[in-house]
């Protein structure tokens, strides 16, 4: 599992984050934002529909969600997910991979 933040944002900061509703990122986002000593309450979580990439055109998955809406700070993904967002080329300007960082889960 990892997260990415936009350029602008951290665990300290982010404000408006995406997931997906009951996946395998719910337990470890709460997790992850309380041991920062942050309030689930000030955080607006976006749920979406899809774990993953689709073929549907909906933006109902972490990726297409934080590439298609700015105001996002953050997104939970898996790993190839998390890859192409930061990996890609040109690699979408948002995506900051903070997996590795300390303190970052």
């Keep these: 599992m990892t997260q990415l933040f936009s350029a602008r944002q951290n ?3 982010a404000r408006n984050v995406a997931l997906q509703l009951y996946g395998p990122h ?3 986002a ?3 934002f309380t041991s920062a000593k942050r309030r689930l ?3 607006n979580f976006k749920y979406l529909e899809e774990l993953t990439l689709n073929d549907n055109g909906t933006n109902n998955n972490p990726v297409e969600a934080f590439v ?3 105001a996002l700070d953050a997104v939970f993904c898996i ?3 998390a890859l192409n967002l930061s990996l890609a080329a040109p690699p979408v300007p948002a995506a900051k ?3 590795k960082e300390p303190g970052s889960g």
């Design 11 to 13: 665990i300290s900061n």
């Design 26 to 28: 719910m337990d470890y």
């Design 41 to 43: 309450e000030d955080i």
């Design 68 to 70: 298609a809406d700015p």
């Design 97 to 99: 991979d903070q997996s």
């Design 79 to 81: 790993i190839p997910d």
């Design 30 to 32: 709460a997790n992850l």
